[in-house]
């Protein structure tokens, strides 16, 4: 059952208020939080003031509804009416009245590309932007793309194909040389075959019906030195094909990353394990016929209709314990994906979240993240300040940081919590420590019980200063936070004045 809170829902510290990176948060007037908006919205009032109709919208037209009470957003091609929405927008009314009466779409993606608009919105729908003229005879279209790409993007990849009798390789020539096997992702589902290559902040993608079926397994290599991916698909019927396919939305495009839709798919819920007395571990199972590694540090989305709105948190992806990277892997393929969850018995995600069985559904998208592996590279001295469940993108770091960089001298984890109840994994972590001595843990509650005799307390410089020591005057250093938005605004604030520079932390966020 869903649980909604009478008052102030979200609360204070909720994300549903709070917008990455640190931008304002309004407080919303009571009355109007994501529940009751969809309350609104359910309740069949007419919130476009169209009466059901849907418009083609010119863009004279869409500049005329720029005021409070009547206020047309576009956002990727579709008008919105926002103005039954701006009480309930967490980011406040005025940041929404910046994209009054014109294409939001930067202003959005720039703030939470995520956010499921087309799904909260849906009843605001006023139409779509009706299509410019088309150019005279022989011009082509100069599109943005390329003309973005050739000022500062990579250049462009392309793809091709061939088979023998039993087999057809798809190959896709990235000309980059930094790509691995997490650099695509590949979903077979009914009559839809998409590989998205990400290169770079770019996208491309291969998105194409295939002329004839295919098995349930295929295989994905990664030529590295010379940027070349191949897809090896085995036909199920041993006959010659004249073509790939027919084309799908998008194939063959390649455009900013920031530019292209999350895509999801379904993924089951196979185990799902207690960790602390709130925190859960939850295994998710791919679909068959999908290729997807969520790279370090990096997030996914969640999402899940609540009451017939489809809500997306987002989450980062753990191994199965921290010892996982040290073992042989069971399966070829990663098939499934771990997750370290609180739930707020008062939040508005993670109580639908655990409401879930075995075998249930829930959709995944695509990675997202800043985070690059390469920020890894030569490094001596890592250090990583965790609060909460802010220690999920460390799971992976540390696991790689410790196996993969031979230069490593010591990883410090500074885990930040409320009690000792609270801590994730604590004698995997203090087990890892024994194990191996590169790396050491030192917790730190901020509401302890009596008896603890560890350190206590929010961050501070002193707690900094002391913990942050590097192996030698030169190392080359990395410093990870990530927590609570207040945990990692004054962390930065401290690391700063502390003069590590900026390439020397990372911290992580939407
Ligand atoms: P919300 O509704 O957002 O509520 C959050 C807080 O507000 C809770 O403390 C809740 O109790 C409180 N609250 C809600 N209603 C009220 C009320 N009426 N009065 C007072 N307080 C109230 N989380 C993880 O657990 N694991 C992860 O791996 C993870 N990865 C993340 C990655 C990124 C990039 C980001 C930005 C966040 C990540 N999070 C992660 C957090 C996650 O996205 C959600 O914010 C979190 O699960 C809470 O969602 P919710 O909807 O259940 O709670
Ligand atoms: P929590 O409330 O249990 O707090 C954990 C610790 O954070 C506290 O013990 C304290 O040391 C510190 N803290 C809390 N509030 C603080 C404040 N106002 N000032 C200074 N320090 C403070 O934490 P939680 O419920 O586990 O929440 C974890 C947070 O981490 C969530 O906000 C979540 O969104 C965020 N998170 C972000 C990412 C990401 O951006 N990649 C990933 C995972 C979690």
Not at 165 to 182: A, E, G, P
Not at 214 to 243: A, H, P, R, T, Y
Not at 261 to 267: A, E, I, S
Not at 321 to 350: D, H
């Amino acid at each position: 059952m869903l649980n909604v809170p009478s008052q102030s829902f979200p609360g204070p510290s909720s994300q549903q208020r709070i917008a990455s990176g640190g931008r304002s948060k309004v407080p919303l007037k009571q009355g109007r939080s994501l529940m009751d908006w969809i309350r609104l919205t359910k309740s069949g009032k007419d919130l476009t003031g169209l009466r059901g109709r849907l418009i083609e919208v010119t863009e004279e037209e869409l500049k005329k509804h720029n005021k409070k009470d009547d206020c047309w957003i576009c956002i990727r091609g579709f008008v919105y009416n926002v103005s039954p929405y701006m009480e309930y927008h967490p980011g406040g009314e005025d940041e929404l009245m910046r994209a009054a009466g014109s294409d939001g779409t930067d202003l959005f993606d720039q703030v939470h590309r995520w956010v499921n608009y087309e799904s909260m919105l849906k009843e605001c729908l006023v139409g779509r932007m009706a299509m410019k003229p088309a150019l005279p005879k022989g011009m082509l279209p100069q599109s943005q793309v390329t003309d973005t790409l050739a000022k500062e993007g990579p250049s462009s990849p392309s793809y091709d194909w061939f088979q023998t009798d039993s087999l057809v390789t798809i190959v896709i020539y990235t000309k980059q040389k930094d790509i691995n096997l997490d650099s695509v992702i590949v979903d077979h589902r009914d009559d839809s075959f998409r590989a998205e290559t990400v290169i770079k902040d770019y996208s491309y993608l291969v998105h194409v019906a295939l002329s004839h079926e295919i098995q349930e397994d295929f295989s994905v290599l990664v030529v590295e030195n010379v940027g070349k991916i191949e897809i090896i698909l085995k036909k199920k019927e041993n006959i010659s094909w004249k073509c790939l396919g027919h084309p799908l939305e998008n194939h063959n495009s390649f455009i900013p990353k920031k530019d292209t839709g999350l895509f999801y798919r379904k993924c089951q819920l196979v185990s799902k394990e207690d960790v602390t007395h709130d925190t859960k571990l939850f295994c998710l199972m791919l679909p068959p016929s999908t290729h997807l590694q969520v790279p370090v540090g990096q997030h996914v989305y969640l999402k899940l209709p609540i009451t017939g709105t489809e809500i997306v948190k987002p989450y980062t992806p753990v191994s199965d314990s921290l010892f996982s990277e040290f073992k042989e892997p069971v399966l070829p393929n990663n098939i499934y994906i771990y997750f370290l969850i609180k739930i707020y018995p008062a939040g508005f995600f993670t109580p639908e979240l655990d409401q879930l069985q075995i075998g249930d559904y829930i959709s995944v998208s695509n990675p997202e993240g800043n985070f690059i592996i390469s920020q890894l590279q030569e490094l001596e001295d890592l250090f990583l300040l965790a609060a909460g469940t802010g220690f999920t993108p460390m799971v992976k770091v540390l696991n790689y940081a410790l196996t993969n960089i031979p230069s490593l001298r010591k990883v410090k984890l500074m885990f930040f919590n409320k009690t000792e109840d609270d801590i994730i994994w604590r004698s995997q972590l203090e087990k890892l420590a024994f194990k191996d001595k590169r790396f050491e843990v030192e917790f730190v509650l901020s509401a302890p019980a009596y008896e603890w005799s560890g350190k206590q307390g929010y961050i501070s410089p002193a707690l900094l200063s002391e913990f942050l020591e590097r192996s030698s005057d030169t190392s080359r250093v990395l410093i990870c936070l990530c927590g609570p938005t207040p945990f990692t605004e004054q962390g930065m604030k401290m690391l700063h004045d502390l003069n590590f520079s900026k390439d020397e932390i990372h911290s992580f966020t939407a």
